[in-house]
């Protein structure tokens, strides 16, 4: 069965080179094509994942959950979607994503609607750590297809435009559900964006290509003349799996670097998309609307800093450590703004949970880009999946702790964690400061 498995999901065959003056045009077109359908997929991914924290209070008086307990669902997705975004970042690296991204879509969907058709403690957690392992499958295809589409020196700038969609699904994933809840109760936060899914797989597996090679033409490399410095005859070579784990993984001090660094950012960015929802109610008097809204101002606050800082490390030689260092300080006095504003100012959290938005995604942004930078393109799903553990291990941290810490100490304990996140995560990227990609 794992045979056929492979086999179904192997990737696309090289086939026969266009005439050379077709493939100018053809690349125009397609590379817009992998970008636009990855970016589409890629969002929607977000509106069946982050769609419970905006809800979770509502579950909560439904089901009768406690905040422990709701922590438990965020802890498990978080695990699981870490440990599945390493595994799955190795499968994809060998598996064409046309098929292997619509896959995950359509399993995640399915869990969404036996999410919301049973009310049971342990059939939640377990479906909940199922979307987790299937959500697996949305970055690393994605990552497969950038690499092989956009060369290393324009990768800062097109992984920017490319990762807005993390801010645009998981911005619209809150509004989603909570209006949906809202309107016709809280099941409908996960069927609404489940059906929305069905949808997307179905366009995924219209519009995606696997590498240029197999719509017959030249390497991203050989056709921009960009090779990187130390590139060699068979870097086009599928690597087997010891070479792509070993040699490509774990024997990298940088990767090591970037990815416990990526742990302590994660815990600041998860921590209001998991919590601020709940947070801004018992604390702040908001409404459950303005917990949807909240996700939005914080999501795509992100957006303009993004495309931003993603130029800007390319303008810097790709020192993504560096850029991310200077955007970690601000989110440290965002986060003890928000503690120290009393309740009825709800404006001006929603202002600094902006600012938030604004300084944590780029650093997502170019850890992430790291792992392209620092391994080969045969290697950027695992890569990133590595990075990527590391950072759902710090959000199946404080997706536990903060809710278990709230309920026996209050909401400013958890803040003091969070702040102290932060310092870590400022502390660990100062290591960073000097890596560039190896080239």
């Known amino acids: 069965m794992l045979k056929s498995f492979f086999k179904f999901y192997k990737p696309a065959p090289e086939i026969e080179r266009l005439p050379s003056d077709e493939i100018p045009q053809t690349y125009r077109r397609l590379r817009w094509q992998i970008m636009e359908s990855t970016f589409i997929g890629y969002a929607v991914f977000y509106l069946v994942r982050n769609n419970l924290a905006p809800v979770s209070m509502e579950i909560g008086e439904a089901v009768g959950y406690t905040k422990s307990q709701i922590g438990d669902f965020l802890a498990v997705t978080a695990i699981a979607y870490g440990m599945a975004k390493f595994i799955m970042g190795s499968v994809s690296d060998r598996s064409n994503p046309r098929l292997f991204m619509p896959t995950g879509l359509i399993l995640t969907a399915l869990v969404n609607f036996s999410f919301g058709s049973v009310q049971n403690y342990h059939l939640h957690l377990l479906l909940w750590a199922m979307n987790g392992l299937f959500q697996g499958m949305g970055w690393p295809p994605c990552g497969r297809s950038i690499?092989?589409?956009?060369?290393?020196?324009?990768?800062?700038?097109?992984?920017?435009?490319?990762?807005?969609?993390?801010?645009?699904?998981?911005?619209?994933?809150?509004?989603?559900?909570?209006?949906?809840?809202?309107w016709m109760g809280w099941r409908f936060a996960f069927y609404v964006p489940g059906v929305l899914a069905l949808i997307c797989a179905l366009y995924l597996l219209l519009r995606l290509r696997d590498t240029p090679q197999?719509?017959?033409?030249?390497?991203?490399?050989?056709?921009?003349?960009?090779?990187?410095?130390n590139h060699s005859a068979d870097h086009e070579a599928e690597l087997d799996t010891r070479d792509l784990f070993v040699n490509y993984i774990f024997k990298n001090k940088y990767l090591w670097i970037v990815a416990l660094a990526n742990f302590f950012v994660y815990i600041t960015r998860y921590s209001m998309l998991d919590w601020g929802p709940t947070y801004l109610k018992e604390v702040k008097g908001a409404q459950l609307e303005d917990g949807g809204w909240s996700i939005l101002i914080l999501e795509w606050g992100g957006i303009p800093s993004t495309l931003l800082m993603g130029w800007v490390s390319d303008r810097l030689g790709g020192r993504r450590g560096l850029v991310s260092l200077m955007c970690m300080i601000p989110i440290f006095f965002a986060f003890l703004g928000i503690k120290m504003n009393p309740p009825g100012m709800l404006w001006l959290d929603m202002t600094l949970l902006g600012v938030i938005g604004f300084f944590v995604y780029p650093p997502v942004m170019l850890l992430a880009v790291s792992g392209l930078d620092l391994t080969s393109k045969k290697a950027v799903g695992t890569a990133a999946g590595f990075i990527g553990l590391w950072g759902y291990i710090g959000r199946t941290v404080q997706g536990k702790v903060l809710g278990t810490v709230a309920q026996d100490y209050g909401w400013d304990a958890s803040f003091n964690l969070i702040l102290m996140a932060a310092i870590g995560a400022i502390v660990l990227l100062c290591f960073t400061i000097n890596i560039k990609p190896r080239g």
């Open 214 to 229: 197999s719509v017959g033409l030249p390497p991203i490399e050989q056709y921009r003349n960009d090779y990187p410095q």
């Open 147 to 182: 690499g092989h589409w956009y060369s290393e020196n324009e990768r800062g700038m097109k992984f920017a435009i490319w990762n807005v969609a993390t801010n645009v699904g998981g911005g619209l994933a809150g509004v989603i559900a909570a209006y949906s809840a809202g």
